[in-house]
């Protein structure tokens, strides 16, 4: 008996508890909706952040809620974006892929050195140095691979001093962007061709002695601009990709060379420098021959004077 009895209150106990757990777990249960499990397998797991959520599980529920869009995915893109649509019953709704861009061409030999660092290889860490960087544009890419180690997706490297982005692998997750401490990375349209490489806010010769690529901010691209997409602010030249054409013109007065393209448009920005160059020549030429034959033409009526 003095075995039994204990046994029996243990087991009643448990016997009871485990009714009472069941029936409280019934109660307040929460339903999930089904698409929540479907959505969350839809989507690619990186968990990455891009979307805004803590993670996939976050985002998952947030679309089923309504609280997202299906297309709020960066890292599945297109692909995820008709999976999800598909599970929610809505129309596939898709904009230009978003890439990371990193605003600085002041690699090695182009951007000036304060100093040498020799300390940790980290940006965060370097900015806190004299100077806030080794470098002397205050703008301008450290080199040392914050954004590196930020990206899940190893779309970004340090090339040649500054950090290049590979818009293949990138996703758009913004880590990359939230990691830079001096904020020169922002996300751009896939499909965007003409880019200021520049962060620097410096005035004119400051900017151009700091670094050989700066942009001075002398708003001769501004000008050039016949749809009205670039804009001087804060002495840098910043471009409205909705309402860029890719004319090429800006590069061609740009007269640092902060403004990049491809070389598609860079060959064809060539062929229109030398056939400005044709016509200002010819130009002069024809203001000389004027001048020549006004000369020759006074000389004849003082001689008839005479």
């Known amino acids: 008996m003095e075995l039994l009895i204990p046994a029996a209150v243990v087991g009643g106990l448990g016997l009871f508890l485990g009714v009472f757990l069941g029936v409280v777990s019934e109660k307040l249960k929460v339903d999930v909706d089904p698409r929540e499990d479907q959505v969350r397998e839809a989507l690619p797991g990186a968990n990455c952040g891009g979307c805004g959520y803590p993670g996939c599980d976050a985002l998952a529920s947030a679309i089923v809620r309504g609280e997202a869009p299906c297309n709020a995915c960066p890292v599945g893109g297109r692909a995820v974006a008709e999976k999800i649509s598909a ?32 300390g940790v290889m980290d940006c965060n860490i370097a900015s806190c140095m004299p100077n806030s960087g080794d470098k002397t544009c205050t703008y301008g890419c450290l080199g040392y691979g914050s954004c590196v180690k930020a990206c899940p997706f190893d779309a970004i490297h340090i ?12 996703k758009a ?7 830079c401490p001096r904020h020169l990375i922002e996300m751009v349209p896939e499909n965007a061709k003409v880019l200021v490489a520049c962060n620097s806010r410096a005035v004119g010769m400051q900017a ?15 000008k050039q601009c016949p749809f009205g997409a670039i804009t001087v602010v804060d002495h840098v030249a910043h471009i409205d990709q909705s ?38 020549a010819k130009e002069k030429e024809k203001k000389a021959e004027e001048a020549k ?9 003082e001689a008839a004077k005479k």
Do not use: F, H
């Open 159 to 170: 090339v040649n001093g500054i950090a290049k982005v590979d818009p293949e692998r990138c």
């Open 87 to 118: 599970i929610m019953g809505e129309e596939v709704k898709t904009g230009v892929r978003q890439v990371a861009y990193v605003k600085c061409a002041g690699v090695c030999g182009v951007a000036n050195r304060a100093y040498a660092y020799t």
């Open 243 to 280: 309402l860029c054409k890719s004319c090429g013109k800006c590069i061609m007065k740009c007269p640092t060379g902060a403004i990049t393209a491809p070389e598609s448009i860079l060959a064809r920005v060539e062929k229109m420098k030398a056939q400005e160059a044709a016509r200002l």
């Open 293 to 301: 034959l006004a000369k020759e033409q006074k000389a004849l009526e």
């Open 173 to 179: 997750c913004g880590k990359c962007v939230a990691a």
């Open 208 to 222: 151009k002695k700091a670094c050989g690529a700066a942009c001075i901010g002398c708003g001769a691209c501004e």
